[in-house]
């Protein structure tokens, strides 16, 4: 499965970024598809995901302000970041496991997209 991340940006505190991430796998509506990101000098860290029948957890940090979608047609999932903040800078990256838990340990997912750079500046 390959996974493609884009949508990645530069935006002002406060604003909003779509992140996107395209599956090739055949088996997308059966997997489920989360985020994660890495600002430097920190360990990778769930920030949200998705199952195929659409349940969608979120970690702590996110209060409110992103939401996760899929399009299991067109094999996308979405990343949509609002009220950004400078701490949300970092890299950002799409992952996909097969079953239907979302799961917050990076070992639990089997692909991974290559990442789309975040810049929220104060």
Known sequence: ????????????????????????????????????????GKEREFVGGISWIGFADYADFVMG??????????????????????????VYYCASKKGSNVLQETSSYSDWGQGTQVTVSS
């Open 65 to 90: 302000r992103f939401t996760i979608s899929r399009d299991n047609v067109g094999k996308t999932v979405a990343l949509e970041m609002n009220k950004l903040k400078p701490e949300d800078s970092a």
């Open 1 to 40: 499965v390959q996974l493609q991340a884009f949508g990645g940006g530069s935006v002002q505190a406060g604003g909003s970024l779509r992140l996107s991430c395209h599956s090739s796998g055949d088996s997308f509506s059966l997997n489920t598809m989360s985020w994660f990101r890495q600002a430097p």
